[in-house]
């Protein structure tokens, strides 16, 4: 069965830091790409980062050099570390699969979400 949980939202000041992480069930074989998106308040739902199969990485312009993704096949576990992060990050992050870009529309599964708000 296809799950994914997300962990790891909280509040945190500008600046701070935040790792999420993606807990996934074995219905997402190694090979499967995975993202992350967010969305803030009023605003449509956006890619942040995604992951392929062969460990290349896409980033949103807006978190470029501050977010890193990044996954552990032995733990089936997908991570969004946030550096540096401003109140414009504030929004509810989802993980998601089986889209290879930023865009949502290729994604079929989705988390329920972890909050991420930052004060400034």
């Known amino acids: 069965q296809a799950q994914l949980v997300e962990t790891g939202g909280g509040s945190v000041q500008a600046g701070g830091s935040l790792t999420l992480s993606c807990a996934t069930s074995?219905?997402?074989?190694?090979?499967?790409?995975m993202g992350w998106f967010r969305q803030g308040p009023g605003k449509e739902r956006e890619g942040v980062a995604a992951?392929?199969?062969?460990?290349?990485?896409s980033y949103a312009d807006s978190v470029k050099g501050r977010f890193t993704i990044s996954k552990d096949n032995a733990k089936n576990t997908l991570y969004l570390q946030m550096n540096s992060l401003k109140p414009e990050d504030t929004a509810m992050y989802y993980c998601?699969?089986?889209?290879?870009?930023?865009?949502?529309?290729?994604?079929?599964?989705w988390g329920q979400g972890t909050q991420v708000t930052v004060s400034s």
């Open positions: 992951i392929d199969s062969d460990g290349s990485t």
């Open positions: 074995q219905y997402f074989y190694r090979d499967t790409c």
């Open positions: 998601a699969a089986p889209g290879c870009t930023l865009e949502t529309k290729w994604n079929r599964y």
